[in-house]
């Protein structure tokens, strides 16, 4: 789960009780991020997508 810091559709704080409960992967990104920045923002291919990445890969090498 990854939670931008100025998302209007999601305020800070909502996403994390989601995440413990789900015992998912939490991650708040600080620094004015919007809703859809995470994925289209001009910072997220040098700092979210690769976070993503190494997270499915790591998923990917325990299937196998």
Known sequence: VIEPDNDAAC???A???AALALDAY???LT????HLDPLLGSRAPEQVHPMVRNFLEAR???CW
């Open 11 to 13: 305020p800070r704080g």
């Open 60 to 62: 990917r090498r325990a």
């Open 26 to 28: 939490f991650e708040r």
């Open 31 to 34: 620094g004015g991020w919007g």
């Open 15 to 17: 996403a994390e009780p």
